[in-house]
């Protein structure tokens, strides 16, 4: 049997294990999973990202918006479904675990099965995806704008499609949670260390504008707007 035919098996095995875990219930204790449910509340009644839970609605700038967004939809059709909402956690659970063995299948594929069977019985990873919480979503978009990005630098010029992929899944890690950031200024400090690469300097700038545009002015923006609290 192949190894990525006994990856997939692998994953769907997790999949099923991770779905059997799933309940519809919530802790008491208050964490950050009430935060974004009620933002996803106040995103869903059409006031915007508020903290409804205070005296006055005041807007809620701490975190990004993306995730309650995801919950938004939910609340709206069906309520306080806490099993859909950790069904959101658990779907890009089982995403991520098949990113984590595109990733690494090209070093060793055997390797990258270990590696998947790591990943998936590690107890964090069970923990948060059972959790309402943006661990195991900003996982999930942070390998996919990874793979992306890898994709894009196997490229001799890294202008194409698969570099506005790699933008495009590191705003929603970013706006997923602000440490996506990191992703953006690792790739402005790659594309400056491969610039030899390029055929031409107009290929090189055009790619920098690209990311600058596209990357570092939203996240200035969302910044400046934290920073205004």
């Known amino acids: 049997m192949k190894t990525y035919t006994i990856a997939l098996i692998v994953i769907l095995i997790f999949a099923v294990f991770y779905i059997f875990l799933l309940d519809n219930s919530l802790s008491f204790v ?3 999973t009430h935060t974004y449910i009620l933002l996803g509340k106040s995103l869903s009644l059409g006031q915007g ?3 409804i839970w205070l005296p006055g609605n005041p807007e809620y700038k701490k975190t990004p918006p993306f995730f309650p967004l995801l919950l938004a939809p939910i609340i709206y059709f069906l309520g306080y479904n806490f099993f859909v909402m950790k069904l959101i956690c658990v779907i890009t659970a089982i995403g991520s675990l098949g990113l984590v063995y595109l990733l690494f299948k090209r070093l060793k594929q055997s390797m990258a099965l270990i590696i998947l069977l790591l990943c998936g019985f590690s107890f964090q990873f069970v923990y948060y995806s059972q959790q309402i919480l943006t661990e195991i979503p900003y996982l999930f978009f942070s390998l996919l704008a990874l793979i992306f990005a890898k994709k894009a630098a196997n490229r001799k010029n890294f202008y194409s499609g698969m570099l506005i992929f790699a933008i495009f899944f590191i705003l929603i890690s970013f706006f997923t949670r602000t440490i996506g950031a990191s992703l953006g200024i690792s790739m402005f400090i790659y594309l400056l260390l491969e610039r030899r690469r390029y055929s031409t300097q107009s290929r090189f700038l055009k790619d920098i504008i690209l990311l600058a545009f596209f990357i ?7 910044k400046c707007c934290w920073l205004h609290l």
């Open 216 to 222: 570092f002015i939203p996240i200035f923006l969302w």
């Open 30 to 32: 208050l964490t950050d």
């Open 49 to 51: 990202y508020r903290q």
